[in-house]
């Protein structure tokens, strides 16, 4: 008989997100998705090539203090961005 092994994921653990790598039109989904899929203290690195100010209006609207917006980087052509779930 197997025992099956469940892996818990710590609460300060840090998932990478390349906006870079998702189609355009389906990118605010996928982040979306990805934003609701986290636990809280978990936090989601983002990355993209611009600063994605709309977004974070809709952010800020959808998730008001419950998402923790930092910049790491934030530079032409290279925006880090950590949203960590409150």
């Known amino acids: 008989m197997s025992s099956c092994a469940h892996h818990h994921v ?6 990478p997100f390349d906006a870079r790598g998702v ?3 389906f990118r605010h989904a996928a982040i979306f998705g990805a934003l609701d899929a986290l636990a809280a203290g978990e936090t989601m690195r983002f ?3 611009h600063d ?6 809709q952010l ?5 203090d419950a998402i923790r917006i930092d910049y790491v980087q ?3 052509g290279a925006v880090v961005i950590d ?3 409150q």
Not at 52 to 57: A, F, I, N
Not at 60 to 64: C, H, P, T, V
Request: hydrophobic fraction near 35%.
């Open 23 to 25: 189609a355009k039109r």
């Open 10 to 15: 710590s609460a300060d653990a840090v998932y």
């Open 83 to 85: 949203f960590a779930r």
């Open 52 to 57: 994605p100010l709309p977004l974070l209006q």
């Open 60 to 64: 800020s609207g959808r998730y008001g």
């Open 47 to 49: 990355v993209n090539d």
């Open 74 to 76: 934030r530079e032409p």
